[in-house]
């Protein structure tokens, strides 16, 4: 900008819910509650996975990856709100605002592809049970529980490391719950079209993709389990996938309410409310679902308790 004082920005202040401090304590019991009872419906799914040897298979495999992109969707953004609700504000240097929205983006990504991995698995096991175990091998198994987060991590890579080359110049109020890639841009003085062309090239496909992959994959379970003659097969077969659809349409509910609905006349109150479902409350669900809806997970959770 030539000939005019720019004071450019070298850190941020998070805002949060700025706006709400009267309400402060209240906000931060709430989501202190959330991050802490987040982490343990995670991790204790991880460890139940990890030591009830009748949990040893892909399906429960998937879902310790699912826990772990939940664990590290909250720790990336509940305690910087928390900072903020708590202060008025929190103060986030570039680099760990940049940092937040690489992670952020790669977790959203990660889950998109995970989504459809575990979908597939349920594909496998109830489309073509016999050739479950010698499809859904070693190799296989590694291969795609590996290429969600490659895919996430390194795709949004490009993304990030041009946001990192953005000037701020235009303030350094966040008025955000998170450094997401919006109110980034509105403090940049920087020219950001490469990076918004770039983002809406990559993910249209990163996002529709893993969606229709899964409603293919269960249009044929369903006429499948529709064909089985038994209705105890039914129940059982259904049952395994009802908690996987639940999971599947609260990420990608919000997802589409944030992303892909107009944005016009949605208030800035509105926009922090859906960030809220797809950072805090979408991880707390995972695990609620599948502890209240998975027999063995209950089963497993039980044997537990009782040693």
Same mark, same amino acid.
């Given at each position: 900008?030539?000939?005019?004082?720019?004071? /450019?920005?070298?850190?941020? #202040?998070?805002?949060?819910?700025?706006?709400?401090?009267?309400?402060?304590?209240?906000?931060?019991?709430?989501?202190?509650?959330?991050?802490?009872?987040?982490?343990?419906?995670?991790?204790?799914?991880?460890?139940?996975?990890?030591?009830?040897?009748?949990?040893?298979?892909?399906?429960?495999?998937?879902?310790?990856?699912?826990?772990?992109?939940?664990?590290?969707?909250?720790?990336?953004?509940?305690?910087?709100?928390?900072?903020?609700?708590?202060?008025?504000?929190?103060?986030?240097? #570039?680099?760990?605002?940049?940092?937040?929205?690489?992670?952020?983006?790669?977790?959203?990504?990660?889950?998109?592809?995970?989504?459809?991995?575990?979908?597939?698995?349920?594909?496998?096991? #109830?489309?073509?049970?016999?050739?479950?175990?010698?499809?859904?091998?070693?190799?296989?198994?590694?291969?795609?529980?590996?290429?969600?987060?490659?895919?996430?991590?390194?795709?949004?890579?490009?993304?990030?490391?041009?946001?990192?080359?953005?000037?701020?110049?235009?303030?350094?109020?966040?008025?955000?719950?998170?450094?997401?890639?919006?109110?980034?841009?509105?403090?940049?003085?920087?020219?950001?079209?490469?990076?918004?062309?770039?983002?809406?090239?990559?993910?249209?496909? /990163?996002?529709?993709?893993?969606?229709?992959?899964?409603?293919?994959?269960?249009?044929?379970?369903?006429?499948?389990?529709?064909?089985?003659?038994?209705?105890?097969?039914?129940?059982?077969?259904?049952?395994?996938?009802?908690?996987?659809?639940?999971? /599947?349409?609260?990420?990608?509910?919000?997802?589409?309410?944030?992303?892909?609905?107009?944005?016009?006349?949605?208030?800035?109150?509105?926009?922090?409310?859906?960030?809220?479902?797809?950072?805090?409350?979408?991880?707390?669900?995972?695990?609620?679902?599948?502890?209240?809806?998975?027999?063995?997970?209950?089963?497993?959770?039980?044997?537990?308790?009782?040693?």
């Amino acid at each position: 900008m030539p000939g005019k004082n720019v004071s /450019v920005v070298t850190e941020f #202040i998070l805002l949060g819910f700025g706006d709400l401090h009267s309400f402060k304590i209240v906000l931060f019991i709430v989501f202190l509650s959330i991050f802490l009872f987040t982490l343990t419906g995670n991790l204790l799914i991880i460890l139940l996975v990890s030591i009830s040897h009748h949990l040893h298979s892909p399906m429960y495999f998937f879902l310790c990856h699912l826990s772990l992109t939940d664990i590290v969707l909250s720790t990336n953004t509940l305690p910087n709100l928390l900072g903020a609700i708590l202060n008025g504000g929190k103060r986030i240097t #570039i680099i760990g605002c940049i940092t937040q929205f690489y992670f952020f983006s790669g977790i959203t990504i990660t889950e998109c592809f995970l989504l459809a991995v575990m979908s597939y698995d349920r594909y496998l096991a #109830i489309c073509v049970p016999l050739r479950y175990i010698s499809i859904m091998d070693f190799i296989l198994l590694t291969c795609l529980s590996a290429l969600p987060w490659m895919v996430g991590f390194i795709l949004n890579l490009v993304a990030a490391t041009l946001v990192a080359k953005f000037q701020f110049c235009d303030g350094n109020i966040v008025d955000h719950i998170f450094c997401d890639l919006s109110p980034l841009q509105k403090l940049s003085c920087s020219d950001s079209s490469l990076v918004e062309f770039l983002v809406f090239v990559c993910s249209t496909p /990163v996002f529709i993709c893993p969606c229709g992959f899964i409603v293919v994959t269960y249009i044929y379970i369903f006429l499948t389990i529709l064909r089985m003659p038994s209705t105890v097969g039914r129940q059982k077969a259904f049952s395994t996938c009802s908690s996987h659809l639940l999971v /599947v349409g609260a990420f990608y509910g919000t997802l589409i309410t944030k992303y892909m609905i107009p944005s016009i006349g949605h208030s800035l109150l509105f926009n922090k409310i859906i960030s809220l479902l797809s950072t805090v409350f979408t991880p707390l669900f995972n695990p609620l679902v599948y502890s209240l809806r998975n027999q063995d997970i209950r089963i497993a959770l039980r044997k537990i308790s009782e040693r």
